[in-house]
């Protein structure tokens, strides 16, 4: 079958390669052997007149989109847009704003099934159910409109050897994200533009209830040397000079971690690598920092969320602050950038407590910091604490302090933030050893200013 997958076009930065996407292709073609196109609508930033042209020179028989909850206006403008060329062709919606929404989505009748969880497998029986006219109800993991009515199937397991899978990097036209300009990633301060990202696992064990928690709460690694041979294949194929490693919790299993590094070092790699998403603070040692040093890593970034304790226990993080703020200490101590997040506005959070948590990270040896508001989201428990209503919620509006259900009144809540802006970057010395472990093509005026506007963009984004 000829199968295009898509996601639109946003003003969502960053922008890097649709992973998602890449595995769903890289299945279907191993399994099928079907003609698959992907078009990367936010890569491109195509508007949705040229995204329907391609539709309609390709002439799918299946289209595919994938899309975050930002991106859910430009999603249904897109469904409505493929369903004017290919209106017979079944148009299924995943990723994120499909998992966490789910039934809803169905409401808009360009969009015939749901695919929420993880898509790999039920996409390739989904596509075998089209093809064959089967039933959809024995396809797991999925939503559709049976007799106008929504139809929801059966829970699909989560996929246990991730070395199954692989991710059709041929299809995504990897070096069309090498942009010397603009986010192609999630790291703003970067030592190469020839970058591109990777995942080594899925799951989080954790249960921070701010979490979207699309790949469960089953930690999968993939094994060491699948992921070796992803990265080498990249560097060889590919050019890529730098890496960014954006697992949930790579280094969940520090064992594994390890000796992901070592291979990096034994293979001689040589790229620059970065972990934007954050890693568990509590969960290093003086080996497994050394290595990441040694295998090319300059950038840690380490997920604090808040210096509360009492706040630690009621958003299920649990972190032990004491060895997070050793960690943060040794990895500057490497000559690493140190990068922290936090986030204000928790359920019950009182004015003292965000205070508490700008002070901390002020004392603490990061070079940058993140202070964002707490907003939730759909299919999060943090939404169902609060009560949440999004059937009339634009997510492109959704960007500052939409929702307040902390102990503080909207007006401490934006104070505790500037203060904590202000305290933690109005300081010599931070600016100065920041700019002694940033990379050299970011240390110019022009350039600091950049990062910082990013930053304070962050800020207000999440």
């Not at 059709?168 to 533009?193: C, M, T, V």
């Not at 799951?203 to 979490?211: A, S, T, V």
């Not at 003292?352 to 990270?361: I, Y």
């Not at 959704?398 to 102990?407: G, H, Q």
Request: proline share 5%.
């Amino acid at each position: 079958m000829r199968i295009f997958l898509t996601r639109p076009n946003s003003i969502i930065v960053p922008t890097p390669v649709p992973l998602g996407l890449g595995y769903i292709a890289g299945k279907l073609r191993k399994e099928r052997g079907d003609t698959i196109k992907i078009v990367d609508g936010r890569n491109l930033r195509w508007p949705i007149a040229k995204l329907q042209q391609a539709i309609r020179e390709f002439k799918p028989d299946v289209i595919g989109l994938s899309a975050i909850n930002f991106e859910a206006p430009e999603t249904h403008e897109l469904a409505a847009a493929a369903r004017a060329e290919c209106p017979k062709a079944p148009i299924i919606l995943g990723g994120p704003y499909a998992s966490a929404n789910q039934q809803s989505i169905l409401q808009d009748p360009n969009i015939d099934i749901v695919v929420h969880g993880e898509g790999e497998i039920t996409v390739l029986e989904l596509i075998n159910a089209i093809e064959n006219g089967d039933d959809l109800e024995r396809v797991k993991g999925i939503i559709y409109r049976k007799n106008g009515e929504a139809v929801c199937t059966a829970q699909r397991e989560l996929i246990s050897d991730l070395d199954s899978l692989e991710c059709a990097w041929d299809l995504i036209d990897p070096q069309s994200y090498f942009k010397r300009k603009g986010r192609n990633s999630e790291n703003i301060i970067k030592h190469d533009y020839r970058c591109l990202t990777v995942f080594t696992s899925r799951g989080c064990p954790y249960g921070c209830i701010f979490c979207h928690n699309v790949f469960g709460k089953r930690f999968r690694p993939r094994s060491a040397e699948s992921v070796l041979e992803e990265i080498s294949m990249l560097k060889d194929r590919y050019g890529i000079r730098e890496l960014e490693f954006v697992d949930d919790s790579f280094n969940q299993s520090i064992s594994r971690a390890k000796e992901i590094c070592q291979g990096m070092v034994e293979r001689g790699l040589q790229l620059h690598c970065a972990l934007p998403n954050g890693i568990r603070g509590d969960r290093t040692d003086d080996d497994f920092l050394d290595l990441l040093k040694a295998a090319g890593f300059y950038r840690i970034s380490f997920a604090v969320e808040s210096a509360s304790p009492r706040m630690q226990k009621i958003i299920n993080k649990n972190i032990d602050l004491n060895k997070v703020k050793w960690s943060i200490e040794q990895v500057a101590k490497r000559g690493l950038v140190a990068s922290g997040f936090f986030i204000m506005g928790f359920p019950t959070e009182t004015y003292e407590e965000m205070m508490l948590t700008a002070d901390w990270a002020a004392a603490s040896d990061l070079h940058v910091a993140s202070f964002f508001y707490l907003n939730p989201f759909p299919g999060t428990k943090v939404a169902e604490m609060a009560g949440c209503d999004f059937t009339k919620v634009d997510f492109r509006d959704y960007t500052t302090r939409s929702v307040n259900i902390s102990a503080a009144t909207d007006e401490e809540l934006f104070a505790a933030n500037r203060y904590a802006y202000r305290r933690f970057y109005m300081s010599p010395r931070r600016i100065l050893r920041g700019l002694k472990v940033v990379p050299k093509n970011f240390r110019n005026a022009l350039n600091v200013w950049y990062v910082f506007r990013l930053l304070l963009q962050d800020s207000v984004n999440q």
